[in-house]
C-alpha cells in the first residue's frame, strides 16, 4: 500500500501461518508504521476527525434507520413522536446525528481549507485531493437526502427547490425532474427513494475514503512547509506519534460536538422543520443547512435560472481544478505571503456568501437605505453583496490563482521540513535545547 | 478487425480478412449490449411516476366559494393550484400592461377563458424552483416568490426576479358559471 517497507515480523506460529495466507495483521502493522513528516500542526488532525465524524454518522443513521418509517403519512410522526419522545435514548441518537451532519461539515470545511492553504492539492497529490472533492460531493448529496427525511415544512421546501434545479435544464429537464420525484410533486415516492440513497451513499463515501487513504499513502503526507520529507530523520511513525495527537485533537471536538448535542440541539435547525410537510403552503424564509448557503448565495447571484444552475455547479467544479489551475512552484502559503492574502480573502468572500444564502435576496447590508438600483436591486443589499463576492469567488480560482502563481515573489524554502521546527519560536537560539534531536 | 491478425491461430486462418470469428464476436457483443440495456431501462423507468400516480385524476371545485378579491389554493395532482377572483381594478391593471416589456410575454386574455376573465386558475409552483408565491405581494399585486424573490402581476407573468416563465397554465373547463373540472 505504501512504499516504505515492511518492517511487521510474525511473532507466534498463528501470525505466520496467517501472514502467509492473508497479510492483514501486517497490512495494520504498516499502516501504524507509516513514516509521516514530524512537522505536522494540529490541522492535520482533521482526516482523524473526518473519520470519526463518518463513523458516528453510520452507527447513529442505522440505529435511527431501525425506528424511522419511511413514507410521506408516516415520516414526520415516526421522527417527532417516536424517535424524539418514545424510543430509548432516541432523542439522543438523533440529536447526535442531526448535529453530527453539522459538525462532519465544520470539519471537511478546515480540511479542505487547510490543504488549499498548504497547497497539498498540488503533484504528486492531485488523485488524493480529486478524491477529496468526490468524497465533498458525496456528503453534500447524502446531507441533502437525510434532511428531507424529517418531513417537515423546510425538508420538503428544500427537496422541491433543490431537484427543480435540474429543471433548468432545456428539454431533458422536466422529464428528468419527473423521473426524480416519481410524480409531478415532491411526493411519498421522493422521500422513499431518497431514503434508500441516504443509507446507501454514506457506504459509497466510506469506499472512496479508503481510495483517499491509499492515494495519501503513496506520496506520504504534505507538511506545513510543503517541503518534501528528503530523509527518515524528517518522519515519525504514525503510531504512536499521530494516533495520539489525532486522538487528542478527537476528544477536543467531542467537546464542542457535545455543546450541541446536549445544550443547543436545535441551533441548526429551523423551526419550520416541526410543521409536517405541506405542499400547498411554502414558509416565508426557506434556506438550506448552513453548510450549503454559500453556494445557495451564488445560485441566487445569478439573475438568470440555467446560469443559477450552471454557476452553482462551477462553484463545485472550481475547487475540482485546482490542481492545474495552480501554477505555483511552491507548495505552501506560509513561503507566499502575497497568495496568503488574496486567499484569506477568498475564504472572507466564501463567509460573506454563506451569510448572504441566510438572508433576503432585498435586504440590506449596511444599515440605512437600498441605495441607488442597479439594474435589479439597490446597490447595498444581499443581492449586490453575493454577487461580488461571487465575482471574487471565481476570480480567484479563475485569475489570481494562475497568474500569481508565475508573477509573486516567494520567501526562501528551508533546506529541510524540520529547520523552521528548530528555529521555532524565534527566541529560542537555534541548537539551544534542540540540538540533541538534530545529532543524527 | 484488423487487430485479429495478432490473435492465437490467426495464421492458421491466412491473412486478416474478416471471417466467421469476427463476426461472431461482433454478433456477440450486440447482443450483450441489447441485454445491458435491456436490464437498465426497468431499473431507470421504476423511477417515474407509478401507474397509480399516473391515473390522472381530474377534480371538481365550485368557485362560488372564492369571493371577489381572493384566491385559494387548491391540490391537483399533488400540486398546487391557484384559483384566483380577480377584482375589476387587478383586470385593469393587467389588460393595461399586455404590451409591457416582459420575459414570458402573453395577453391577459390569453391567460383566462373567454368570458370567465374574473377567474385566473393557473399552477401555483413558481416557475424558478418550484415555490408557492405568496398572495398580492410584490409591485404588481400578484404574486411573490418568497424563495428566490420573483414577482408575478395579476395575470400570473412574470414581472421581476429569477423565473423564467410566467405560472403554467393548466387544463380546465367550466362546468358551470359556479363550477370548473381541472385535469
Redesign the interface.
Given at each position: 500500500m505504501s512504499e516504505h517497507t515492511s518492517t511487521y515480523q510474525p511473532k507466534s506460529a498463528i501470525e505466520r501461518w496467517l501472514d502467509s495466507r492473508l497479510p492483514i495483521v501486517r497490512f495494520g502493522a504498516d499502516l501504524m508504521e507509516f513514516p509521516t513528516p514530524r512537522n505536522l500542526n494540529y490541522w492535520y488532525t482533521f482526516g482523524g476527525i473526518l473519520a470519526f465524524c463518518l463513523m458516528v454518522q453510520i452507527i447513529t443513521g442505522i440505529i435511527l434507520a431501525m425506528h424511522y418509517d419511511a413514507s410521506g403519512a408516516g415520516a414526520f410522526i415516526s421522527v417527532q413522536r417516536s424517535i424524539m419522545r418514545d424510543v430509548n435514548y432516541g432523542w439522543l441518537i438523533r440529536g447526535i446525528h442531526a448535529n453530527g451532519a453539522s459538525m462532519f461539515f465544520l470539519a471537511v470545511y478546515l480540511h479542505i481549507a487547510r490543504g488549499m492553504y498548504y497547497g497539498s492539492y498540488k503533484a504528486p497529490r492531485e488523485v488524493l485531493w480529486l478524491l477529496g472533492c468526490v468524497i465533498y460531493v458525496l456528503m453534500m448529496a447524502t446531507a441533502f437526502m437525510g434532511y428531507v427525511l424529517p418531513w417537515g415544512q423546510m425538508s420538503f421546501?428544500g427537496a422541491?427547490?433543490?431537484?427543480?434545479?435540474l429543471?433548468a435544464f432545456p428539454v431533458i429537464g422536466p422529464p428528468l425532474t419527473?423521473?426524480?420525484?416519481?410524480?409531478?410533486?415532491v411526493?411519498s415516492?421522493t422521500l422513499n427513494?431518497f431514503f434508500s440513497l441516504h443509507y446507501l451513499l454514506p457506504f459509497v463515501i466510506a469506499a472512496v475514503v479508503a481510495l483517499h487513504v491509499w492515494a495519501l499513502h503513496v506520496p506520504g503526507n504534505n507538511n506545513p512547509t510543503g517541503v518534501n520529507v528528503k530523509s527518515k530523520s524528517d518522519t515519525l511513525p504514525f503510531h504512536p506519534y499521530y494516533t495520539v495527537k489525532d486522538l487528542f485533537a478527537i476528544l477536543v471536538f467531542t467537546i464542542v460536538f457535545a455543546v450541541f448535542v446536549f445544550y443547543l440541539p436545535d441551533a441548526m435547525g429551523k423551526v419550520d422543520n416541526n410543521i409536517e410537510a405541506n405542499?400547498?403552503?411554502?414558509?416565508?424564509?426557506?434556506v438550506p443547512e448552513w453548510y450549503l448557503l454559500p453556494f445557495y448565495a451564488i445560485l441566487?447571484a445569478?439573475?438568470?435560472?440555467?446560469m443559477?444552475v450552471l454557476g452553482l455547479a462551477g462553484a463545485l467544479a472550481m475547487l475540482f481544478a485546482l490542481p492545474w489551475l495552480d501554477t505555483s512552484k511552491v507548495r505552501s502559503m506560509r513561503y507566499r505571503p502575497t497568495a496568503r492574502i488574496f486567499f484569506l480573502v477568498w475564504v472572507a468572500s466564501v463567509m460573506a456568501l454563506g451569510w448572504c444564502g441566510s438572508q433576503?435576496?432585498?435586504g440590506l447590508v449596511f444599515p440605512g437605505g437600498p441605495g441607488p438600483v442597479l439594474i435589479?436591486y439597490g446597490i447595498n443589499t444581499v443581492t449586490w453583496l453575493s454577487r461580488i463576492a461571487t465575482t471574487y469567488y471565481f476570480a480567484y480560482f479563475l485569475v489570481i490563482v494562475p497568474v500569481l502563481g508565475l508573477r509573486e515573489r516567494t520567501l526562501p524554502l528551508p533546506d529541510s521540513l524540520y529547520t523552521p521546527v528548530l528555529a521555532h519560536p524565534p527566541g529560542i537560539p537555534v541548537g539551544a535545547a534542540a540540538a540533541p534531536e538534530t545529532q543524527g | 478487425m484488423a487487430d485479429i491478425a495478432g490473435h492465437p491461430g490467426a495464421e492458421l486462418d491466412g491473412p486478416a480478412e474478416p471471417g466467421r470469428r469476427d463476426f461472431l464476436y461482433l454478433a456477440t457483443g450486440a447482443v450483450g449490449v441489447a441485454g445491458v440495456a435491456a436490464v437498465a431501462w426497468p431499473l431507470i423507468d421504476q423511477l417515474n411516476p407509478a401507474a397509480d400516480t399516473l391515473a390522472l385524476a381530474s377534480i371538481e371545485y365550485d368557485i362560488s366559494k372564492v369571493a371577489l378579491g381572493q384566491e385559494v389554493t387548491i391540490a391537483w395532482r399533488k400540486s398546487p393550484v391557484f384559483i384566483r377572483h380577480r377584482t375589476p381594478a387587478e383586470i385593469a391593471a393587467a389588460k393595461a400592461d399586455d404590451h409591457a416589456p416582459m420575459k414570458d410575454p402573453a395577453t391577459d386574455a390569453s391567460r383566462v377563458k373567454p368570458g370567465h376573465e374574473e377567474w385566473l386558475i393557473v399552477s401555483a409552483s413558481c416557475t424558478h424552483l418550484g415555490c408557492v408565491p405568496t398572495f398580492k405581494g410584490g409591485e404588481y399585486h400578484g404574486w411573490m416568490c418568497p424563495c428566490h424573490g420573483s414577482v408575478y402581476d395579476t395575470a400570473a407573468r412574470i414581472r421581476k426576479g429569477p423565473a423564467p416563465k410566467n405560472l403554467y397554465l393548466i387544463p380546465y373547463e367550466f362546468l358551470s358559471p359556479t363550477k370548473v373540472k381541472i385535469g
Open positions: 421546501w422541491k427547490v433543490i431537484t427543480s434545479l429543471g419527473t423521473l426524480l420525484w416519481g410524480g409531478f410533486a411526493d415516492p427513494r405542499p400547498l403552503v411554502t414558509p416565508a424564509h426557506i441566487r445569478i439573475p438568470d435560472k440555467l443559477g433576503e435576496p432585498d435589479d | -
